[in-house]
Structures are given as structure tokens and as C-alpha cells.
């Protein structure tokens, strides 16, 4: 009977075969000192690389979804695979560097209390640059945070371990236990938000979210989505507006609501149309429309 590997390595593969296969190099280029598995979901790549990925690397599981199936959908079908202690879900735009793996997993495991963790992150390029330190909660109302040390050179100044709001969902180890206890990632969402309701799910039940430093992932950032990409605005918006949904009640919910309906959206939207940006302006206003029409059509979000 083959050991349970300390972490499942999950990666989704949506048309980026290139970078797919970089990820899988960083980590063959620096073997880790716990064991692990890697699974890569190929979330309905128009070529099916996920052909191509097997014959390629055969010590890799690989699963093809026929359809793309979001990205907490494709996380899903991971984890229902997944053998390891710890799942560990991994950008495929990302780079590892070092034998640091184990400081995630040794984090993890320290204390019962904890659920998950995330790594310091930073931009390939340039990669002296930080892109993820850590959250700061989310404003009751707003539903805005800063994200810790974003942007900032990376000169040892957030080399200390602690508590965070949530985690990065381009690098995240969470306990298999949790997962049995919380469930899976939301699927509603289906891209953006759901690795911080998922987060907010795991706090509720008691656990704590975890930044550790002494494993740093570098980040090539969203190609398949494009930066501002009028794609992303609408999920942003679409799914903002749904967070707040599932997790404010009472006054707090209907001001959260109202802010982004009547004070956030519309001026976003008279920004993007003063400077020419009409698919943008477009996104925002049919991510408002369709949270209202998901809405209606599934009462138990």
C-alpha cells in the first residue's frame, strides 16, 4: 500500500500548457524534503493539453474536465482526488525556487488551531517585488481590504509568521481535516472570490489562517483573465456583491449591498465611460444585473 504523501500538489491548467510545464520544472529542479503528490486539472483547454501534460510528465495525475468548470470547480476536482495531509492549491502561473515546501507543511501541522496557510508571494517580474504578505479584514461595509506589503520591495521587513484574514488562492496549503469539516470551495463563485469565502468559512469554525514567510512562491500573475480585463471586472462585481450575500446579515448585509449599487458601481462606471472603456462599464453593470438574477434563481446561496 503506497504511504499518504504529506501534501497534494493542485494546479489548474486552463490553455496554459507553457506555464504548466515551467511549474512542473521548478518543482523537479528543487526536490522538497516532504513527499507529495502533484495533480493537475486541465479545466477544458481547447486543445486538450491534458494529453499532452501525461505523456509529457507520467509521474503527474492529471484529470480533464471536458467543460471549464471555474476555478474553485477545477480545485474541487482535485481535492476529490488528493491522498495528501495537506492540499496545497497552486497557481499554474507560478514559479517554485527553493526547497521550502516543508515550512507551509511544518506551519500547518504546528498547532490544531490552524487551518490553512499561505506563503509570501512575489511578482516574477520584478522579482524582488511582494505581492502578498498577508490580508488585513475585509471593511464591514465596503467589503475592501489591503492586501500587506503589495508592491513593496522585499527587504526581510514581513519575514515574521503570523496570523492573517485570509489567504492568496495563487498559493494555499489547507488540512485535509478542514476540508472534510468546512466542505470543498464554493462553486457558485466560479472565478474570484471564493478562496476568501472559503477562508471566511474555516474562521467561522474556529480556525485560524496563517502567513509563512519562510516559503516564498512567485507569481507570473493572470494570463488566462487578462489584468483588467473586462472579464475579471465582471466577476469582481458579480461576485462582490455575492460574498456580501452569504456572509453579512441584517443592517450590515442591505448597507454592503446598497454601497455597491448606488455609491461603488455607478462610479466605476462613469470612470470607465469618461475614459472610453465601454466593455468595462458594460462588465460592471451586467455583474449587478446577474448577482440579482442568480439570486432569484437559487434562494439557498
Same mark, same amino acid.
Given at each position: 500500500?503506497?504511504q499518504?504523501?504529506?501534501i497534494?500538489?493542485?494546479t489548474i491548467?486552463?490553455?496554459?500548457?507553457?506555464?504548466?510545464c515551467?511549474?512542473?520544472e521548478?518543482?523537479q529542479?528543487?526536490?522538497?524534503?516532504?513527499?507529495?503528490e502533484?495533480?493537475?486539472v486541465?479545466?477544458g483547454? !481547447?486543445q486538450? %493539453?491534458?494529453?499532452? +501534460?501525461?505523456?509529457k510528465?507520467?509521474? $503527474?495525475?492529471?484529470?480533464?474536465? *471536458? @467543460?471549464?468548470?471555474?476555478?474553485?470547480g477545477g480545485?474541487?476536482?482535485?481535492?476529490q482526488?488528493?491522498?495528501?495531509k495537506?492540499?496545497?492549491?497552486?497557481?499554474n502561473d507560478?514559479?517554485?525556487?527553493?526547497?521550502?515546501?516543508?515550512?507551509?507543511?511544518?506551519r500547518?501541522?504546528?498547532s490544531?488551531?490552524?487551518?490553512?496557510?499561505?506563503?509570501?508571494i512575489?511578482?516574477?517580474f520584478?522579482?524582488?517585488?511582494?505581492?502578498?504578505?498577508g490580508f488585513?479584514?475585509?471593511?464591514k461595509y465596503?467589503?475592501?481590504?489591503r492586501?500587506i506589503?503589495?508592491?513593496?520591495t522585499?527587504?526581510?521587513?514581513?519575514? !515574521?509568521?503570523q %496570523?492573517?484574514?485570509? +489567504?492568496?488562492g495563487a498559493?494555499?496549503? $489547507?488540512?485535509?481535516?478542514v476540508? *472534510? @469539516?468546512?466542505?470543498r470551495m464554493?462553486?457558485?463563485?466560479?472565478?474570484?472570490?471564493e478562496?476568501?469565502d472559503w477562508c471566511?468559512?474555516?474562521?467561522?469554525?474556529?480556525?485560524?489562517?496563517w502567513?509563512?514567510?519562510?516559503?516564498t512562491i512567485y507569481h507570473?500573475e493572470?494570463?488566462s483573465?487578462?489584468k483588467?480585463s473586462?472579464?475579471?471586472?465582471?466577476?469582481l462585481?458579480?461576485?462582490?456583491?455575492?460574498?456580501?450575500?452569504r456572509?453579512r446579515q441584517?443592517?450590515?448585509?442591505?448597507?454592503s449591498?446598497?454601497y455597491?449599487?448606488?455609491m461603488?458601481?455607478?462610479?466605476?462606471?462613469?470612470?470607465?465611460l469618461?475614459?472610453?472603456?465601454?466593455?468595462?462599464?458594460k462588465?460592471i453593470?451586467?455583474g449587478?444585473?446577474d448577482?440579482?438574477?442568480?439570486k432569484?434563481?437559487?434562494?439557498?446561496i
Amino acid at each position: 500500500m503506497n504511504q499518504q504523501p504529506d501534501i497534494s500538489i493542485i494546479t489548474i491548467n486552463y490553455n496554459g500548457l507553457e506555464e504548466t510545464c515551467q511549474l512542473i520544472e521548478s518543482l523537479q529542479q528543487y526536490p522538497q524534503d516532504c513527499s507529495y503528490e502533484f495533480i493537475i486539472v486541465d479545466n477544458g483547454s !481547447i486543445q486538450n %493539453e491534458a494529453l499532452l +501534460l501525461q505523456k509529457k510528465y507520467p509521474e $503527474v495525475h492529471v484529470i480533464r474536465s *471536458e @467543460q471549464n468548470v471555474g476555478f474553485s470547480g477545477g480545485n474541487n476536482l482535485g481535492i476529490q482526488t488528493a491522498k495528501g495531509k495537506g492540499i496545497f492549491l497552486l497557481n499554474n502561473d507560478t514559479l517554485v525556487t527553493a526547497n521550502d515546501l516543508k515550512y507551509l507543511y511544518e506551519r500547518l501541522y504546528s498547532s490544531p488551531v490552524i487551518g490553512a496557510v499561505s506563503p509570501k508571494i512575489k511578482f516574477a517580474f520584478p522579482p524582488q517585488h511582494i505581492q502578498f504578505a498577508g490580508f488585513t479584514p475585509l471593511s464591514k461595509y465596503t467589503l475592501r481590504n489591503r492586501t500587506i506589503g503589495y508592491n513593496e520591495t522585499d527587504e526581510g521587513q514581513f519575514d !515574521i509568521p503570523q %496570523e492573517t484574514s485570509y +489567504l492568496h488562492g495563487a498559493a494555499m496549503m $489547507v488540512k485535509r481535516e478542514v476540508v *472534510e @469539516q468546512v466542505g470543498r470551495m464554493p462553486e457558485i463563485y466560479f472565478l474570484y472570490y471564493e478562496e476568501m469565502d472559503w477562508c471566511t468559512q474555516m474562521s467561522r469554525q474556529g480556525y485560524q489562517l496563517w502567513y509563512e514567510p519562510r516559503c516564498t512562491i512567485y507569481h507570473k500573475e493572470s494570463r488566462s483573465t487578462g489584468k483588467d480585463s473586462p472579464l475579471k471586472t465582471y466577476y469582481l462585481t458579480r461576485n462582490r456583491l455575492l460574498y456580501a450575500w452569504r456572509n453579512r446579515q441584517g443592517r450590515t448585509l442591505y448597507i454592503s449591498i446598497l454601497y455597491q449599487l448606488l455609491m461603488a458601481n455607478p462610479k466605476n462606471i462613469m470612470m470607465y465611460l469618461l475614459h472610453g472603456r465601454l466593455l468595462q462599464a458594460k462588465a460592471i453593470f451586467d455583474g449587478s444585473k446577474d448577482f440579482f438574477l442568480l439570486k432569484h434563481k437559487r434562494e439557498n446561496i
